[in-house]
């Protein structure tokens, strides 16, 4: 079954409003990364967050291994930040399960 | 430093011929996997090597799909034959200990 739910599929935001992306898990989990893409691009990795809260910039992401979630914050948002954001989760050995993504399109 | 290098980049076949697509892990890097990306069903996993031993072989993916990985810093991804289902980006990507670094990928398409 599904072991990685992404929320939300897309969203739409105006330049400089804020963005919340989660990720829930049904199986434990060893590590989670959060990866970004743009149409007809590669996988870049943004945040590699096995628990707890990192920073870099305006990103922030936060795992909370016992709840088996992550979320990604994107604050001030740009035009620029618009892309794909997959997060994925490591269980057993390193293999990486990804959720479905969330398409973000921020408008001037 | 290198990442991840594909090739090529793209590459278009006829129903039912063979194509190879090579991956070039980070040097160094121990762990191997390819991908498969598409719109409906996202990204898959084909295959992963641990210090080029088969760790996993993707279930579904078996009967046309072959992976190889002849030494530390080289794998090829080999379709055999190719359906027009096939169609898709194919990923190869590394990682030494935890975090997996991505090729820019192959796009193929089966016509």
């Known amino acids: 079954g599904q072991q990685v739910q992404q929320s939300p599929t897309s969203l739409v935001l105006q330049e400089g409003e804020n963005a919340e992306l989660q990720c829930n898990f049904s199986t434990s989990l060893n590590s989670m990364q959060w990866f970004y893409q743009r149409p007809g691009g590669s996988l870049i990795s943004v945040f590699y967050?096995?628990?707890g809260t990192k920073q870099s910039g305006r990103l922030t992401s936060t795992t909370v291994i016992k709840e088996r979630r992550s979320s990604l914050h994107i604050s001030s948002s740009q035009i620029t930040d618009s892309g794909t954001y997959l997060c994925?989760?490591?269980?057993?050995?390193?293999?990486?399960?990804f959720g479905s993504g969330t398409k973000l399109t921020v408008e001037p | 430093d290198a990442g991840v290098t594909q090739t090529p980049r793209h590459e278009v076949a006829e129903k039912g011929q063979t194509i190879i697509l090579k991956c070039e892990p980070v040097s160094g890097h121990n762990d191997l996997f390819w991908y498969r990306q598409t719109k409906i069903q996202g990204l898959e996993l084909l295959s992963y090597?641990?210090?080029?031993?088969?760790?996993?072989d993707g279930g579904a993916f078996k009967d046309r799909f072959k992976a190889e990985m002849l030494n530390s810093s080289f794998s090829t991804l080999k379709i055999q034959p190719t359906e027009p289902k096939d169609s898709a980006v194919y990923l190869c990507a590394s990682s030494l200990r935890q975090e997996v670094f991505f090729g820019k990928g192959t796009r193929l398409t089966v016509v």
């Open positions: 994925a989760m490591e269980s057993n050995y390193n293999v990486l399960y």
């Open positions: 967050n096995p628990s």
């Open positions: 090597f641990r210090s080029k031993s088969l760790m996993e």
